[in-house]
């Protein structure tokens, strides 16, 4: 299947999906919502694939959505001279979460192998993988839920539990990987040089179970966060996400971004905080990055 944002192989049991718009930090466009669908649709029904593999080229796994453009778009609804049709946002949003979706719902086992920036709705999509692996670098995090966001697929707190969920959510915190482990919401952090052998190891080693016996282990395991409420909440995130973009913060939020640019915007968002692109940690990369190229 020729793929513009991503690449499809099959190796040991393992359908390993690739993003590739790493010049882009692999973030979310309609293009690639549709060929991950694809990629999702072409290992789970592959028999030759026991478990699904997600990983990314570049310097980050996902930095969320390209939204530069879903701005602009949002700052032109005024000149429709309709009110914000709601129902018409949750038939937009839900396109992206359902594809998100497929990596919970797949028959088949998913793991995601996680480096650099996972943050915004590149959390919608990893959070929905069956297993995370993360580089020790890697950072997660929801800072739209400062401002214009909330998480779609809302699978923050059946994976870290309630009063954790609150804290990061509540805050928008960026969450180095390492504490990602620590509290729950990824599985394990390796040292980054590592994370391809050791993402690749795990899927290889659970592609040695028969398929029947992983797709009845991994059902066994969901439905517990079914009979939960995952639906509701999904639907619920869903529908607040779109809220979120239309209260008078998030209209500002717009407007800035239109006058200033986005990124602006969003560091204006997240200055205070001192995080993300503000923080430290982003700093030590820029330097690292600067000092490499210097070598």
């Not at 060929?35 to 028999?47: F, K, M, P, V």
């Not at 032109?76 to 309709?82: I, P, T």
């Not at 996972?118 to 995090?141: H, K, N, P, R, Y």
């Not at 986005?262 to 001192?274: I, K, L, S, T």
Request: with cysteine; proline share 4%.
């Amino acid at each position: 299947m020729p793929m513009k944002t991503l690449r499809i192989e099959t190796r040991n049991g393992v359908g390993a999906i690739t993003l590739t718009r790493a010049s882009e930090y692999n973030t979310i466009t309609p293009e690639l919502r549709d060929e991950l669908a694809a990629a999702i649709d072409h290992a789970d029904a592959d028999r030759d694939v026991r478990v699904i593999l997600l990983r990314a080229e570049g310097p980050a796994f996902c930095a969320g959505y390209a939204l530069a453009g879903s701005t602009r778009a949002q700052a032109g609804e005024g000149s429709r001279k309709r009110v914000w049709d709601s129902v018409a946002d949750y038939g937009m949003i839900s396109q992206y979460v359902n594809v998100y979706m497929k990596l919970w719902y797949a028959k088949k086992p998913t793991i995601a192998a996680v480096h650099g920036w996972c943050i915004g709705g590149g959390t919608d999509m990893v959070l929905c993988a069956d297993l995370i692996i993360a580089a020790e670098s890697a950072s997660f995090g929801y800072p739209p839920s400062r401002v214009w966001g909330t998480p779609t697929t809302a699978m923050w707190v059946y994976r870290m539990g309630l009063e954790r969920a609150k804290r990061y959510l509540l805050t928008g915190d960026e969450i180095p990987a390492v504490e990602a482990a620590r509290i729950g919401l990824i599985l394990e952090t390796v040292p980054d040089s590592e994370l391809d052998a050791r993402s690749t190891a795990l899927a290889e080693r659970m592609a040695q179970v028969p398929t029947n016996q992983l797709q009845m282990l991994k059902l066994l395991c969901n439905h517990t966060a079914e009979n939960m409420g995952l639906a509701t909440s999904r639907l619920v995130g869903s529908l607040f996400d779109g809220i979120a973009r239309h209260t008078q913060e998030g209209l500002d939020f717009v407007e800035r971004a239109q006058a200033a640019g986005f990124r602006q915007a969003v560091r204006e968002r997240d200055d205070p905080f001192g995080d993300y692109g503000s923080g430290p940690r982003s700093k030590n990369r820029a330097a690292k990055k600067a000092g490499k190229k210097k070598t």
